[in-house]
């Protein structure tokens, strides 16, 4: 939260036609300027329960006091228009999908340059309390000591280079064998 996922992520898709926004579910309010289905599949508790108890999503969890969560439904439909999907989900989520899908998963943790900038960017949103940013901020300490489990590192230190560092890291998976036969 706050490392500037968002804002990364859709330079990265404006560059890279083959990638997809996988738009998750929330129980989370919608803020100003967000659309529901674009930025997320905004649902009340009790909807999100169903979708739990259906087996919906691939992974899910409680962030910064709502639930979030990835429908499987949405990744089928993007991987049947040839799409990749981008997830734009927190540490609990990236490790959820990392143990069911491992080396088939490109795992990028997103940096902020430092805490100070952390902070200056949670505060500058103007969407959360003081107890939501303090909670925001407990969590980020102890979600990069999570980091270790991600195959790549990037700090947005600067959007355009940290998209130029995840272009560079879509184009070199895409070279990656993976168990391919090079000429199969």
Same mark, same amino acid.
């Given at each position: 939260?706050?490392?500037?996922?968002?804002?990364?992520?859709? /330079?990265?898709?404006?560059? +890279?036609?083959?990638? *997809?926004?996988? =738009?998750?579910?929330?129980?989370?309010?919608?803020?100003? @300027?967000?659309?529901?289905?674009?930025?997320? $599949?905004? =649902?009340?508790?009790?909807?999100?329960?169903?979708?739990?108890? +259906?087996? *919906?999503?691939?992974?899910?969890?409680?962030? %910064?006091? %709502?639930?979030?969560?990835?429908?499987?439904?949405?990744? *089928?439909?993007?991987?049947? &228009?040839?799409?990749?999907?981008?997830? $734009?989900? $927190?540490?609990?989520?990236?490790?959820?999908?990392?143990?069911?899908? !491992?080396?088939?998963?490109?795992?990028?943790?997103?940096?902020?340059?430092?805490? &100070?900038?952390? +902070?200056?960017?949670?505060?500058?949103? !103007?969407?959360?309390? +003081?107890? &939501?940013?303090?909670?925001?901020?407990?969590?980020?300490? %102890?979600?990069?000591?999570?980091?270790? %489990?991600?195959?790549?590192?990037?700090?947005? $230190? /600067?959007?355009? *280079?940290?998209?130029?560092?995840?272009?560079?890291?879509?184009?070199?998976?895409?070279?990656?064998?993976?168990?391919? &036969?090079?000429? @199969?």
């Amino acid at each position: 939260s706050g490392a500037g996922k968002g804002t990364v992520i859709n /330079e990265l898709l404006a560059r +890279e036609p083959r990638l *997809a926004f996988s =738009v998750s579910t929330t129980t989370r309010p919608i803020r100003g @300027g967000e659309v529901d289905g674009r930025e997320y $599949d905004f =649902v009340d508790d009790a909807t999100f329960d169903r979708l739990v108890a +259906e087996d *919906a999503f691939v992974e899910w969890a409680p962030v %910064h006091l %709502h639930r979030y969560g990835t429908r499987r439904s949405r990744l *089928a439909e993007m991987e049947r &228009a040839g799409k990749v999907p981008v997830l $734009d989900i $927190d540490v609990q989520g990236g490790l959820n999908v990392l143990k069911q899908f !491992g080396d088939e998963l490109v795992a990028v943790f997103l940096f902020p340059p430092s805490w &100070a900038e952390l +902070e200056r960017r949670l505060r500058s949103r !103007g969407t959360e309390s +003081e107890e &939501a940013i303090a909670t925001r901020l407990r969590n980020a300490r %102890h979600e990069v000591g999570l980091a270790d %489990h991600y195959a790549y590192w990037v700090v947005n $230190d /600067e959007v355009e *280079a940290a998209v130029g560092r995840l272009s560079a890291i879509v184009a070199a998976e895409a070279c990656r064998a993976r168990g391919r &036969a090079p000429l @199969g």
